[in-house]
C-alpha cells in the first residue's frame, strides 16, 4: 500500500512516491536538469528573467504568425506566470501582427456554487488575460471576440474549440502540487482510496468541474490573495488531458516563484525516465510527444537544508 500524504492525507499528491524516486530528484543538480532532455522532452535554460519571459511571449507570436484563413491557429496560456502577457501585446502592436485567423484559449477560470466567476471577480483569469494582454493590442490587430476562448460550465463550446482551430502550443506553469492548468491530483477516495488513477485513466479527462487540492489553494492564497486562505475558491473548471493531448507542443516555465526547486526537479525527472503518476500530474506529460521546460537558472536553486 502507498503511503499516506504528509500534507493532506485524504488526497493523492507527490508525497506518496517512492522514497527512493523522490531522493534521486532532490539529488540533481542545474547540470543534471539539462541532461534530462530526452527525444519528445526538452530543458531548456535562460540567464535573465528578461530573456526568460520574452521567449515565453514570443511563443504567443510563433503561433500566432501560423495562423491562416484555411488553417487558423492558436496558443493555449496560463494564468501563472503573467510577466510574458504585457510584452505579448506589445510584441504583436510593434509587428503590426494581425489576429483575424488567431486564436486564444485560456487553460481555467474559478468556480462558485457550480459557476465560473464572471470576470468581475478579483481573481477572475479571463479578466487578467484581458487587463494584461489582450486590452493592451490595437484595435486593428485583435483577434475576434469569438476566438478568445474560456473554459465556463458547461464547458461544450470550449472542447469544441480546439477542432475549430489548432493548438500549436499549451503554455504553462507548474503549481506546487505538481499540475499544469487545475489539473491536481484527486481524492484518496472511492476506487481510488488505495491507489491514484492509473495514467491511461487520467489522461481520459477532458475540460471539467475540479476540486483543488489544499496544496494549491494554499498557494494561490499566497501568490494572489496576500495569504487570505478563506478568499480562494476550493473549485474550478479547467482545460484537461484530452485537449493538452491535442496541442503540437506544451511549453512548461518554471520562474522558481511557483513551484519549490524540488517540485521543479522531480516533474523534469519523471518526464525524462518516463514515469507517469497520476499523484503527480505533471508527469503524465512524460507520454506527451513534444514537451519542452524552460527554467530561469537562477530560481533552479538546490534541495539543501538551509535555516534561515
Known amino acids: 500500500m502507498r503511503p499516506i500524504s504528509k500534507v493532506a492525507p485524504d488526497w493523492w499528491d507527490y508525497t506518496t512516491l517512492d522514497t527512493e524516486l523522490l531522493d534521486d ?72 501582427l494581425d489576429l483575424r485567423h488567431a486564436h486564444f484559449w485560456g487553460m481555467d477560470e474559478w468556480v462558485v456554487d457550480g459557476t465560473a466567476v464572471a470576470e468581475d471577480h478579483p481573481l477572475s483569469f479571463a479578466r487578467a488575460d484581458r487587463e494584461l494582454c489582450f486590452d493592451r493590442i490595437r484595435p486593428e490587430l485583435r483577434m475576434p471576440a469569438e476566438n478568445l476562448h474560456f ?12 477542432d475549430r482551430a489548432r493548438c500549436v502550443i499549451m503554455q504553462g506553469g507548474q503549481g506546487e502540487v505538481k499540475h499544469w492548468a487545475f489539473n491536481d491530483p484527486l481524492r484518496r477516495t472511492g476506487k481510488h482510496q488505495d491507489a491514484p488513477p492509473s495514467p491511461e485513466e487520467y489522461r481520459k479527462l477532458g475540460t471539467r468541474l475540479v476540486e483543488l487540492h489544499p496544496m494549491t489553494i494554499i498557494q494561490n492564497a499566497r501568490t494572489s490573495g496576500g495569504g ?25 516555465w518554471h520562474a522558481g516563484s511557483h513551484d519549490n526547486p524540488f517540485g521543479q526537479r522531480l516533474t523534469a525527472l519523471m518526464i525524462s525516465k518516463r ?6 500530474p505533471m508527469s503524465l506529460l512524460a507520454d506527451h510527444p513534444n514537451v519542452q521546460f524552460n527554467y530561469y537558472r537562477a530560481g533552479v536553486g538546490t534541495c539543501e537544508a538551509e535555516m534561515h
Open 25 to 96: 530528484a532532490a539529488r540533481l543538480s542545474a547540470d543534471d536538469l539539462l541532461g534530462l532532455s530526452r527525444p519528445g522532452f526538452t530543458v531548456k535554460f535562460y540567464d535573465t528573467l528578461e530573456d526568460f519571459y520574452l521567449a515565453e511571449a514570443l511563443e504567443y507570436v510563433v503561433a500566432w504568425r501560423q495562423a491562416t484563413p484555411e488553417r487558423p491557429a492558436g496558443i493555449c496560456g496560463p494564468i501563472g506566470p503573467t510577466e510574458q502577457l504585457p510584452l505579448v501585446a506589445r510584441l504583436v502592436n510593434e509587428l503590426n
Open 151 to 162: 473554459p465556463s460550465l458547461p464547458p461544450d463550446d470550449y472542447v469544441r474549440s480546439y
Open 228 to 252: 487570505v486562505v478563506t478568499g480562494v475558491p476550493t473549485h474550478a473548471v479547467t482545460v484537461g488531458p484530452w485537449e493538452t493531448w491535442k496541442a503540437e507542443k506544451v511549453s512548461i
Open 275 to 280: 514515469l507517469p503518476d497520476s499523484a503527480v
